[in-house]
């Protein structure tokens, strides 16, 4: 789901969010129904892994994309409330699968959950594109001496104009290489932008750490000599806080003292998700269990609901589809190696409070740095700013001055040309000295 992000990018960005969704929801539903006839792993890989992962990727990017066209003012308050369909599958879809599980069994199963990945399609069709207002004027009269003749020339003339900007184009694209025909579709220069970086850096750092506790929770509890259904109960305790907790963080990120400075806010979430972590191992008993589940459902909705709000805010909303993309791409390997890597630190020590160490330290550590390379960002675009500001008091200065140069220049032409004119009309000496002998 994550390594085809790059793919789902180009695509939203050639054919738009609609068709994109569509495809992805026939794609996971294919894939979940030809689960149900499958005869080996190997073919349950290749529909499940592939064919659904593939389609799911199809739908996780558009549907995030199309927040940013939709929304500008409360954008944060409307990705936290997209963003709280995930915890509330967290909270259902365990004991769904485990009835359809009992009552069809598992080719059951897939079938009847391909039919419902099918509805994707249908919340795909719900993605109206926005483009330009056009604005008909139906009462307005042409103008005087507007005629047919007119019309046609007009309309000859601009058919020329666009016959040749095709063909500048054409000729523009022959000399444009591979890496800016790429660019077209996929925006590689997203790599220079310094906020992108930052961003993808610490995100990186962190995801060796995100997923890890979630899936070794209801282990580690059962390690402790918690019963299954107590520990698998810390699922969903954890799902009804992070349902609740992504729409008010988005609500308090879109406030007019957060969003200003929404990379603070995003780093502090994090940084408060590792705190969680290292808390973890002095829970003793079911009760700490649950005071953990519910801390971390909290800090894990606050991370999930700017997760994607803060790179819409560096890059911008129409790079962001690009954005997405390349992130994803990046994110996949250490979202892969993360729960492995517990896992051995759990073989190796015998002990799940290790695991947790870990992914506090790496969540503290993601935190922190973002934190301080954010501050570092915020300062530069500060001075960029002011550079520009006095750029252009410079420019205007300049032109103001130019201005009156020449307003000076002008004036003293005119001063020549007055003078130059005064000797001509003044009578010379000889002329009076013939008037006055009669001649």
Known sequence: MYGAGPISSVLVNRFGSRPVVIFGGLLCGTGMISASFCTNILQLYICVGLIGGFGLALNLQPSVIVIGKYFSKRRPIANGIAMAGSPVLLCTLAPFNQFLFDAFGWRGSFFILGAVLLNCCVAGALFRPIGPVICHH??????????????????????????????????????????????????????????????????????????????????YAKHTGIDEYSSAFLLSIMGIVDMIARPSTGAIANSKWVRPRIQYFFSFSIAFNGFCHLMCPFATDYTGFIIYAIFYGLA??????????????????????????????????????????????????????????????????????????????????????????????????????????????????????????????????????????GT
């Open 138 to 219: 139906e009462n307005q009269k042409p103008s005087e001496g507007t005629t047919l003749e007119k019309q046609e020339i007009g309309k000859a003339d601009q058919d020329h104009k666009q016959a040749i900007s095709l063909l500048a184009t054409s000729e523009n694209k022959k000399k444009q290489s591979c890496f800016e025909n790429c660019n077209t579709f996929l925006d590689l220069t997203l790599f220079k932008h310094r906020g992108f970086l930052i961003y993808l850096v610490g995100n990186v750092i962190m995801m060796f750490g995100f997923f890890a506790p979630v899936v070794f929770l209801a282990p």
């Open 300 to 437: 894990f909705g606050m991370v999930c609901a700017m997760l994607f709000e803060t790179l819409m805010d560096l890059v911008g909303a129409q790079r962001f589809s690009s954005a997405v993309g390349l992130v994803t791409i990046v994110e996949c390997f250490p979202i892969l190696l993360g729960p492995p890597l517990g896992g051995a630190l759990v073989d190796t020590f015998g002990d799940y409070k290790y695991l947790y160490y870990k992914c506090g330290a790496v969540m503290l550590l993601a935190g922190i740095f973002l934190f301080i390379m954010n501050y570092y960002n915020y300062r530069m675009l500060e001075k960029e700013e002011v550079g520009s500001l006095k750029g252009q008091e410079k420019y205007k200065k300049n032109g103001k001055a130019m201005q009156a140069g020449q307003h000076e220049t002008h004036l003293l032409k005119e001063y020549v040309q007055n003078c130059n004119e005064v000797p001509s009309a003044v009578p010379q000496s000889g002329s009076f000295q013939k008037e006055a002998s």
